[in-house]
T-cell receptor
Framework: SQKIEQNSEALNIQEGKTATLTCNYT??????LQWYRQDPGRGPVFLLL?????KEKRKERLKVTFDTTLKQSLFHITASQPADSATYLC????????????FGTGTSLTVIP | ETGVTQSPTHLIKTRGQQVTLRCSSQ?????VSWYQQALGQGPQFIFQ???????GRGNFPPRFSGLQFPNYSSELNVNALELDDSALYLC?????????????FGPGTRLTVL
């Protein structure tokens, strides 16, 4: 069965530094991978989508890489700010009808001022 | 805010009861997916509705059922509630049923089963 692993430990970094979050998966070859942000008590918010034929995608201070050989995606937040503190989820498409996704367990990020 | 609304916000039920959760999708969206998110876990896909038809189902028993209405709003019904059903239930809507299409999540319904 599909297994998606994200940094199991919470990540604490100093403001201004780059946060790097990891998403590893097994037993599957997704065509797409998405990253979401989730704040406590709220639903996830879509951040970025990367396709299997794309190595890297950027959006403002965010960067995502997708290595289908390693079965890994890295999510970077540069010049981190306390407002970036949240849980970040990666999600893989199931290649079933529609946009159905397997989600990882998420990584909690805290940016310390 | 995404424009996806869910009701109720919180709900407390006892084991064996039945519950109905509601979701209004964002205007113009014809696809609704439901997810279950246990504490400290990522969302788990329950099922998806596209134009009033079930369009895929995750690994959930038949006591989890759903409905989508002509206005594309949706309901999630859970029968014979179990303690493990306690979770945040999220619905997400999208403009079309395409893996590249952005899903917009509602705030969720927190269900507690005692």
């Amino acid at each position: 069965s599909q297994k998606i692993e994200q940094n199991s430990e919470a990540l604490n970094i100093q403001e201004g530094k780059t946060a790097t979050l990891t998403c590893n998966y097994t037993n599957y070859s997704p065509a797409y991978l998405q990253w979401y942000r989730q704040d406590p008590g709220r639903g996830p918010v879509f951040l970025l989508l990367i396709r299997e034929n794309e190595k890297e995608k950027r959006k403002e201070r965010l960067k995502v890489t997708f290595d289908t050989t390693l079965k890994q995606s890295l999510f970077h937040i540069t010049a981190s700010q306390p407002a970036d503190s949240a849980t970040y989820l990666c999600a893989l498409d199931m290649s079933s009808p529609g946009n159905q996704f397997y989600f990882g367990t998420g990584t909690s990020l805290t940016v310390i001022p | 805010e995404t424009g996806v609304t869910q009701s109720p916000t919180h709900l407390i039920k006892t084991r064996g009861q039945q519950v109905t959760l509601r979701c209004s999708s964002q205007s113009g969206h014809n696809t609704v997916s439901w997810y279950q998110q246990a504490l400290g876990q990522g969302p788990q896909f329950i099922f998806q509705y596209y134009r009033e038809e079930e369009n895929g189902r995750g690994n959930f028993p038949p006591r989890f059922s759903g409905l989508q209405f002509p206005n594309y709003s949706s309901e999630l019904n859970v029968n014979a509630l179990e303690l493990d059903d306690s979770a945040l239930y999220l619905c997400a809507s999208s403009f079309r049923q395409d893996s590249t299409d952005t899903q917009y999540f509602g705030p969720g319904t927190r269900l507690t089963v005692l």
